[in-house]
C-alpha cells in the first residue's frame, strides 16, 4: 500500500468516526429540546410557595429535562449511534452538572426571584436552541 491509499484511508476512518460522534437532528429537535429547557427553568421559577411546592417543581423540570435528552438519545439510535460517544458525551455530562447546580438554588427560591427565573428560562432554552440548532443538516 502506498502512502497516497494510506492517507486516503486514514481520511476516510476518521470521518466514519466523527459522523458516528456527532449526529444529525430534524429540525424539529432544537425547538423541542429548546423548549424543555425553558419550561423546565419556567416551573422551577413558578412555584416558590412552599417547600413542597419547590420540591415537585424541581422535580418537574428534571423530567422535562429527561425528556430533551432521551428524544436526542433515540434520535441517534434511530439513526444507528447506540450510547453517548465524545463530544456528544461530554456534552451531557455538562448539561447534567448544569441542571444539578440549578436545584440547590431553586429549593431555596423565593418569590422575589420569578423575574430571575423568567429571563434565565429564555436565555438557556435559546441557548439549548442555538447550541442543537448548529447540528441540523437539510439534505
Given at each position: 500500500m502506498d502512502s497516497k491509499t494510506a492517507r486516503h484511508q486514514l481520511e476516510q476512518a476518521e470521518r466514519a468516526r466523527n459522523a458516528a460522534q456527532a449526529f444529525e437532528i430534524p429540525s424539529?429537535?432544537?425547538?423541542?429540546?429548546?423548549?424543555?429547557?425553558?419550561?423546565?427553568?419556567?416551573?422551577?421559577?413558578?412555584?416558590?410557595?412552599?417547600?413542597?411546592?419547590?420540591?415537585?417543581?424541581?422535580?418537574?423540570?428534571?423530567?422535562?429535562?429527561?425528556?430533551?435528552?432521551?428524544c436526542l438519545v433515540e434520535i441517534r439510535a434511530r439513526k444507528?449511534?447506540?450510547?453517548?460517544?465524545?463530544?456528544?458525551?461530554?456534552?451531557?455530562?455538562?448539561?447534567?452538572?448544569?441542571a444539578l447546580a440549578l436545584v440547590p438554588g431553586a429549593l431555596s427560591a423565593s418569590s422575589a426571584m420569578r423575574l430571575s427565573y423568567v429571563i434565565l428560562a429564555a436565555a438557556g432554552g435559546l441557548a439549548m436552541w442555538w447550541v442543537a440548532r448548529r447540528q441540523v443538516r437539510h439534505a
Amino acid at each position: 500500500m502506498d502512502s497516497k491509499t494510506a492517507r486516503h484511508q486514514l481520511e476516510q476512518a476518521e470521518r466514519a468516526r466523527n459522523a458516528a460522534q456527532a449526529f444529525e437532528i430534524p429540525s424539529w429537535g432544537p425547538a423541542f429540546a429548546g423548549a424543555c429547557v425553558a419550561a423546565g427553568l419556567l416551573v422551577m421559577g413558578l412555584f416558590p410557595y412552599s417547600a413542597g411546592w419547590r420540591v415537585a417543581a424541581v422535580v418537574v423540570a428534571l423530567l422535562l429535562w429527561g425528556a430533551a435528552g432521551w428524544c436526542l438519545v433515540e434520535i441517534r439510535a434511530r439513526k444507528g449511534v447506540r450510547g453517548l460517544r465524545g463530544p456528544a458525551r461530554s456534552s451531557a455530562i455538562t448539561l447534567a452538572v448544569c441542571a444539578l447546580a440549578l436545584v440547590p438554588g431553586a429549593l431555596s427560591a423565593s418569590s422575589a426571584m420569578r423575574l430571575s427565573y423568567v429571563i434565565l428560562a429564555a436565555a438557556g432554552g435559546l441557548a439549548m436552541w442555538w447550541v442543537a440548532r448548529r447540528q441540523v443538516r437539510h439534505a
